[in-house]
């Protein structure tokens, strides 16, 4: 294998599919990147041979083809420190030592076989959808954040997709919050559902900037497996088996009172009340009071015994009574940081039923929270 690369080309590359090597892994052999030269591009493959692969195709000057798998940790971080100059790569005939040279540096890294890495599982023949790059990348920032992190119902460290009637429809939960949006598909496709990983979401999101239109979506038929297409690179992953909770049902059907603030005024007072909340077990008050014609006020608070406490007020447009409802910190922060809207909607019934917020002008999204339970 002998071929010239960029190192900006190669470093964006090895960043991108290095995020499906597993940190702990039974199989050392995922701890490598398996190079693919060949047809005048480097092909990159990274897997954790469970739950996600990535490939990622780089035009290269290809002298010689050849396959070889590298560690991966060791690669990447050489890469990243080299100046921005043409790598040369080479590989020997029944050698497993590439040596690399980049302006003034030289290396030699021992790797592995390429047949000793696990396949990447084609999907073909399935159904194939295609959505805007952008739209997905969006609401799977909206969205994913409130899958949970734990394995204890692994449908829950998913994202629900359903689609139908032209349009799909993104759902997560952890048990405490539920985060939906939705996407025009606007095209005859037919419907389903699936629980993709929010892992090999997250790092979907992560590629979508770099696809200015559409991306392509397949499912296998087994309904195993879903393949992204985003034409320089792919994310395949392994779906998850189980039913979805009926969401649908944790979305109040109506309020008493909705208190409409500006976002980042939101975000900053909440970010203020979580330094006190740290102690106060992650508890924020908020007091939505109605003002005299159409300007009302949104008191956030946050205290801690024995600590200290802080309130802080917002403008807000308050449609109906006063309302008291607390929230986790973490989870306001969270939201409000994944809208994309100035202004946010902030929907209660009772100190005791979940709040919702949506944010004003966007009726694709909807973010529904569990409260918090307090002495007022």
Not at 198 to 208: Q, S, V
Request: glycine share 6%; proline share 6%.
């Amino acid at each position: 294998m002998q071929l010239t690369v960029q190192q900006e080309d190669l470093n964006r590359g090895l960043s991108a599919v290095a995020r499906a090597v597993p940190t702990r892994s039974t199989l050392p052999i995922t701890n490598n990147i398996l190079l693919e030269a060949d047809d005048d591009q480097l092909t990159l493959s990274a897997t954790d041979a469970e739950t996600i692969a990535i490939t990622y195709r780089i035009a290269s000057g290809i002298t010689e083809a050849g396959t070889i798998t590298l560690p991966s940790r060791l690669l990447s971080d050489f890469v990243a420190t080299l100046p921005p100059q043409p790598i040369d790569i080479a590989l020997a005939e029944r050698s497993r030592q590439v040596s690399l040279s980049c302006a003034r540096n030289e290396a030699s890294i021992g790797g592995q076989a390429a047949d000793e890495f696990p396949p990447i599982p084609p999907v073909e023949d399935g159904d194939t959808i295609r959505l805007d790059a952008d739209a997905l990348r969006k609401s799977i920032n909206q969205v994913a954040f409130a899958a949970a992190t734990d394995d204890s119902r692994p449908v829950l460290t998913g994202v629900h997709f359903a689609l139908r009637d032209g349009s799909l429809r993104l759902a997560a939960a952890d048990g405490f919050r539920l985060a939906v949006n939705t996407i025009e598909v606007g095209e005859n496709s037919s419907d389903r559902e699936a629980i993709v990983p929010a892992r090999a979401l997250n790092e979907l999101a992560r590629l979508l900037p770099e696809v200015t239109e559409t991306i392509s979506v397949t499912f296998n038929p087994a309904g195993t497996q879903v393949l992204f297409d985003l034409g320089h690179a792919t994310l395949v992953a392994q779906l998850i088996q189980g039913t979805f909770p009926n969401y649908e049902q944790l979305i109040p059907s109506g309020h008493a009172t909705s208190t409409e603030v500006s976002v980042g005024e939101f975000m900053r007072e909440t970010r203020i009340a979580s330094i006190f909340a740290r102690d106060g077990s992650g508890i924020v008050r908020l007091i939505a009071s109605p003002g005299e014609g159409s300007t009302g006020r949104l008191t956030v608070t946050a205290r801690a015994e024995e600590v200290g406490n802080n309130e802080g007020e917002i403008d807000a447009l308050v449609d109906g009574e006063e309302a008291r409802i607390a929230f986790n910190s973490r989870y306001l922060i969270e939201v409000l940081g994944a809208l994309d809207t100035d202004r946010v909607a902030i929907e209660t019934s009772s100190p005791s039923s979940p709040g919702v917020l949506r944010p004003v002008g966007n009726d694709d999204y909807v973010h529904v929270v569990m409260p918090m339970f307090v002495q007022w």
